[in-house]
């Protein structure tokens, strides 16, 4: 959602075949989707990679958006209609460690009707892991 330092970075998982490559600002890694119709969604479901940050930005580093945790992995937060927007849904993060594949959450999303912008922002208490948004998938309720 923001372009201060953007990259293109490629996984660094799996060792053989294709690794993803994720989009992200090193500043500020948030992902916006727009005009997504919400109607009848139920939950959401993300993949996401952690990556090391070394990135060599200098006093820059001093910049790096670093939002509260709650839980103590962090979480991916989902916001209504722009980063500052209500959160809509807070789903944990698995703990970081040697995983470096792809890990996958799974949350409810706060019910909502119409087409808005979605923002996804990683919550974290300290520079690594650096988590990159890989996928999002909404889930109608049955």
């Avoid at 939950?43 to 006093?59: C, D, H, M, V």
């Avoid at 509260?68 to 980063?83: A, F, I, N, Q, R």
Wanted: aromatic residues 6%.
């Amino acid at each position: 959602c923001k372009s201060a330092i953007a990259l293109s970075i490629e996984g660094p998982a799996p060792l053989a075949g294709k690794r993803p490559v994720f989009l992200t600002d090193v500043l500020d890694p948030c992902w916006i989707w727009h005009k997504v119709d919400l109607t009848g969604i139920a939950s959401i479901e993300a993949s996401a990679g952690q990556l090391p940050f070394n990135f060599q930005i200098g006093r820059d580093v001093e910049k790096v958006a670093m939002r509260p945790m709650v839980t103590s992995d962090g979480e991916l937060e989902v916001h209504l209609d722009g980063c500052t927007g209500a959160k809509i849904a807070v789903l944990p993060m698995p703990h970081s460690g040697a995983n470096v594949a792809l890990s996958e959450v799974r949350g409810a999303l706060a019910p909502q009707t119409g087409v808005h912008d979605l923002c996804f922002t990683f919550t974290r208490a300290t520079l690594d892991p650096y988590w990159a948004l890989h996928t999002v998938k909404l889930v109608p309720g049955h």
